[in-house]
């Protein structure tokens, strides 16, 4: 079964720390995302990679940043977390050409306190 | 500006009670319209794609349907396990990423 694994599934961080949130999806597809999920907001795009070492801002990339060393995987990090930031993260991929649905990881929520 | 919105915000059936949501979406140039289904904490399923005006798609008691403005997810006799927020999305002509809509809250009761 394909799958889009995200590491944590819950996280507290303090304002101010440096965190990581990390996804790995099996699947050998190009594209990867990074989305946030706020009640009344949607879904969000902060930042995509069409391939490796690729990276595009999406409609909020402010306070993000995002690596992709190998095609495999695609890390969101947040700089300095501040408690606006507080949400649920989900990271999805889909293949290059085709018009798939995405395949959506099963969501980080992230509480910055 | 690429726009997709949603109705009704929340939706209440009895169960076998059938409906429908809406999606309706203004956009530069539709690639695809998708349909997703959320349960609370988890990650969207993907359920179906339409790609242009007339199309249908169906799975089990749900039915897609395109026209060029908007697309509706009729739930027919539905049941408690059909609860969940349905999301769509449009593909946009531009790029592989989509833009989503707020969601419908769908509570089926027994």
């Known amino acids: 079964d394909v799958k889009v694994t995200q590491s944590s599934r819950y996280l507290v961080k303090r304002t101010g720390e440096k965190v990581f949130l990390e996804c790995v999806q099996d699947?050998?597809?190009?594209?990867m995302f990074w989305y946030r999920q706020d009640p009344g907001l949607g879904l969000r795009l902060i930042y995509f990679?069409?391939?490796?070492?690729?990276?595009e801002k999406g409609d909020i990339p402010e306070g993000y940043s995002v690596s992709r060393e190998k095609k495999e995987r695609f890390s969101l990090i947040l700089e300095s977390a501040s408690t606006n930031q507080t949400s649920m993260y989900l990271c999805?991929?889909?293949?290059?050409?085709?018009?798939?649905?995405?395949?959506f990881g099963s969501g980080t929520r992230l509480t910055v306190v | 500006e690429d726009q997709v919105t949603q109705s009704p915000e929340a939706l209440r059936l009895q169960e076998g009670e059938s409906s429908s949501l809406n999606c309706s979406y203004t956009v530069s140039g539709l690639r695809g319209l998708f349909w997703y289904r959320q349960d609370p904490g988890k990650g969207p399923e993907f359920l179906f794609t339409?790609?242009?005006a007339g199309e249908e798609k169906e799975k089990e008691r749900l039915k897609a349907t395109l026209t060029k403005k908007e697309s509706f997810l009729h739930i027919t006799a539905p049941k408690p396990e059909d609860s969940a927020t349905y999301l769509c999305a449009v593909q946009i002509n531009y790029g592989q990423n989509f833009v989503f809509g707020p969601g419908t809250r769908l509570s089926v009761l027994p």
């Open positions: 990679s069409y391939d490796v070492k690729m990276k």
């Open positions: 339409l790609y242009s």
């Open positions: 699947m050998d597809h190009e594209n």
């Open positions: 999805a991929s889909i293949p290059g050409q085709a018009n798939y649905g995405y395949t």
